[in-house]
């Protein structure tokens, strides 16, 4: 009977041992949960400073080709060293309504660029792997979460049947928004549906004219036409709701009507040819917390992009570094807590709370506002210098109020003088 109970003691020590190798063997000082733009920007900080243990998952293959196009502005690609993963530079904006009312702005220099998201995607991710001390699982979906009040080790349950366990979660899901649901956390209120095109046999008038559409006729979120060169551009609309779901058969008929009858861009794409389509949802508007204990939120899922002209790229870059300069602060003092995480919220508020906190509310009314409401707005912003312009898309800052008073004055005359006209 003692032999017995002995062995029976034996063997569940053994199992203990095992439990706790096993642990060892799959437990990472930080996971990243999702591995675009966002994801990767936080786990590049993460390995160029520390050694810490990391692990990336992403549900599909990192670098999805079928994300729609970013554009972003010189000086970014420059800072996060993304040169390869240009495809045009441009040095003419117009912003255009479907009435054809229409601001165009000239630069000497190139003042923005559109990239290539599969390129981004593989360029960072060389460079985190080159790094070393990460894992990438790709094709792996996080389906559940286990947080313990007593031990300071989150448990997160894969689709491949096993379990990590880790100090920090980075959630940068996008629009699946992992954490929230996981901690019973409402979703956002507004969410932008594009849908897009790739495509090739274009007649492009002005290869270094990017062109951003206003108005409701082809959806409320807007559109947009990036040229690679005279023969290939990107061209898409997107449509903004309240709900996270929103069937793309309608965004993809805005398209196909844009593409047909949208004057002048309907001739220089009469003839072209679908090479693929690109579509996503992007919410926009931010939470009121990226912390949530040991887990933070970044990218899309904490609803980052400029909630003013939908900008993905840099907010995602950006917040990527601010999220991953507190993980090495904390995991250089051994302090994976709530206090010392909550560092991101700071710092990102300090950059960006203000901005974003009044675009969001102006956004709210403008997205659902008359068109001729929409064609005001681009009369309004043609009033403007092109160094305003630029203000205005980078950080939704108008001009100085004695600047802003002439802009307004001649704004208000030309108004005027189309009424009297027509």
Same mark, same amino acid.
């Given at each position: 009977m003692a032999l017995e109970l002995l062995s029976r003691r034996c063997a569940l020590l053994a199992q203990i041992a095992f439990e706790i190798r096993r642990v060892a063997l799959e437990k990472y000082d930080i996971v990243i949960i999702g591995g675009g733009i966002a994801g990767l920007s936080t786990a590049l900080h993460i390995r160029r400073n520390v050694n810490a243990r990391l692990l990336l998952i992403d549900k599909g293959v990192i670098g999805d080709s079928t994300k729609t196009s970013p554009s972003t502005f010189p000086d970014v690609v420059a800072r996060f060293n993304l040169f390869d993963a240009v495809l045009q530079k441009y040095t003419r904006f117009t912003y255009r309504s479907p #009435? $054809? =009312? #229409? /601001?165009?702005?000239? &630069?000497?220099? %190139? !003042?923005f660029v559109t990239l290539d998201y599969?390129?981004?995607?593989?360029?960072?991710?060389? *460079?985190? *792997?080159? /790094? $070393?001390n990460t894992e990438v699982l790709e094709k792996t979906e996080a389906v559940g979460l286990e947080a313990s009040k007593s031990v300071s080790t989150l448990k997160l349950i894969l689709s491949n049947s096993t379990n990590v366990w880790c100090n920090? !979660? =980075?959630?940068?899901? $996008?629009?699946?928004?992992?954490a929230l649901r996981q901690l019973g956390i409402g979703l956002l209120s507004l969410y932008s549906h594009a849908y897009g095109e790739f495509l090739e046999g274009c007649k492009i008038e002005d290869p270094k004219e990017m062109c951003v559409f206003a108005g409701m006729k082809y959806g409320n979120g807007g559109g947009w036409l990036y040229p690679i060169d005279t023969n290939t551009a990107r061209f898409g609309f997107a449509t903004v709701t309240r709900s996270h779901f929103y069937p793309r058969s309608i965004v993809e008929r805005n398209f196909s009507e844009a593409i047909r009858n949208f004057y002048p861009y309907n001739e220089m794409l009469a003839d072209s040819k679908r090479k693929r389509s690109e579509f996503g949802t992007i919410p926009i508007e931010p939470l009121k917390k990226f912390v949530y204990g040991q887990i933070m939120i970044v990218g899309d899922a904490a609803g980052q992009a400029t909630p003013w002209y939908n900008e993905g790229v840099r907010p995602a870059l950006e917040s990527g570094e601010i999220c991953g300069k507190t993980i090495v602060g904390a995991y250089e003092k051994g302090r994976f807590n709530k206090a010392w995480l909550k560092e991101y919220q700071r710092l990102w508020n300090a950059k960006n709370g203000k901005s974003y906190s009044r675009a969001t509310r102006a956004r709210f009314k403008a997205q659902f506002r008359t068109q001729e409401q929409w064609d005001d707005s681009v009369r309004n912003q043609a009033s403007l210098t092109p160094d305003e312009m630029i203000a205005k898309i980078r950080y939704?800052? +108008? %001009?100085?109020? *004695?600047?802003? =008073?002439?802009? *307004? &004055? +001649?704004?208000?005359?030309?108004?005027l003088i189309n009424k009297l006209n027509m």
């Open positions: #009435t $054809g =009312v #229409t /601001a165009s702005f000239e &630069y000497e220099n %190139p !003042l599969q390129k981004i995607c593989n360029i960072m991710l060389n *460079r985190i *792997r080159k /790094a $070393g920090v !979660l =980075v959630d940068a899901s $996008g629009s699946n928004f992992f939704d800052k +108008w %001009p100085s109020f *004695r600047s802003n =008073v002439v802009s *307004r &004055y +001649w704004h208000n005359l030309r108004n």
